[in-house]
């Protein structure tokens, strides 16, 4: 299942990535993410290692998430090692001094209880509605913290 979402932010590239970069504060605008717990000392850039409790709705699981490339500013990508495994990663463009496109890919692969296969278009509409709604939490407070 591919998604990619994105959303223009009325803030410049350096403080948008500021908030990407900060891993332990996506639970702040994540809604799906409930708790990041981080393997080591490492909190930045590749081999970060978090464990992340994901709900929606009545389904939980732990999220086993490594940090595979870093360029700052730009990108950070992921690799899901938990039930749900795949690759994602956050996109950074800077449209103007005073606005940024923030864009969102992932490419997973669902256990068969969360559908599987077969519960792909279902899935790919549930969590393209969710992380959507994650990008406009994180617009809005990037916008509002300036």
């Given amino acids: 299942m591919a998604i990619r979402i ?3 932010i009325d803030a410049p ?4 990535w500021e908030e990407a970069a900060d891993l332990a504060s996506h639970v702040e605008w994540m809604r799906d993410a409930d708790r990041i717990d981080f393997e080591g000392e490492q909190r930045t850039g590749v081999g970060t290692t978090m464990n992340v409790l994901t709900k929606i709705g009545p389904l ?3 999220d086993v998430i490594e940090i595979t490339s870093w360029v700052d500013g730009t990108e950070i990508g992921v690799v899901h ?8 990663r956050f996109l950074l463009e800077e449209l103007s001094p005073t606005r940024t496109r923030f864009t969102w890919e992932e490419h997973l692969d669902l256990p ?9 278009p279902i ?3 549930v969590l393209g509605a969710v992380w959507r709604g994650n ?3 994180l617009k809005a ?6």
């Fill in 141 to 146: 407070r990037v916008e509002r913290e300036g």
């Fill in 135 to 137: 990008l406009e939490r």
């Fill in 60 to 62: 939980a699981t732990t």
């Fill in 81 to 88: 090692r938990g039930v749900v495994t795949g690759t994602g």
């Fill in 123 to 125: 899935s790919g509409r």
């Fill in 112 to 120: 068969w209880y969360f559908g599987g296969n077969l519960g792909r």
């Fill in 13 to 16: 590239l350096d403080r948008v």
């Fill in 6 to 8: 994105s959303v223009d």
